[in-house]
Each structure stands twice: as C-alpha cells, then as structure tokens.
C-alpha cells in the first residue's frame, strides 16, 4: 500500500541508494538548522510546551 502511494519516495518508504542519498541530505539539512545544538534544543522544548498547552486549551471547550 506504502509502496503504490509513496513511489519509493519520502525518507520512510525509500530503499537502497535513494534512501542513503535522502537520508545523508536530511540529515544535512538538519545540522545546518541546528540539530544537536542547546539552543535549538531549547526552543524545540519552548515550542513545544506552547503546543501542548494550546491542545489542552481545545479540550476544555
């Protein structure tokens, strides 16, 4: 099913070198924006608890 809806393309659904090419550019891609670093950490986390503080906030209606 995966297969006939993604074409072999996305990071989860590749294979072989197509995989290792997507995977060595999003892994690329997210050191450049950061990825490992504490102040990205840091506003992931900030992010993130407004996230959840704002589907909690539906909840209650």
Do not use: C
Request: hydrophobic letters at 35%; glycine letters at 8%.
């Amino acid at each position: 099913m995966f297969d006939e809806m993604y074409k072999g393309h996305g990071i989860f659904f590749t294979s072989n070198d197509n995989w290792k090419g997507m995977k060595r550019f999003t892994l690329s891609t997210l050191r450049d924006f950061g990825m490992g670093k504490e102040p990205i950490e840091n506003k992931i986390s900030e992010e993130s608890d407004f996230l959840v503080q704002k589907f909690r906030s539906y909840k209650a209606l």
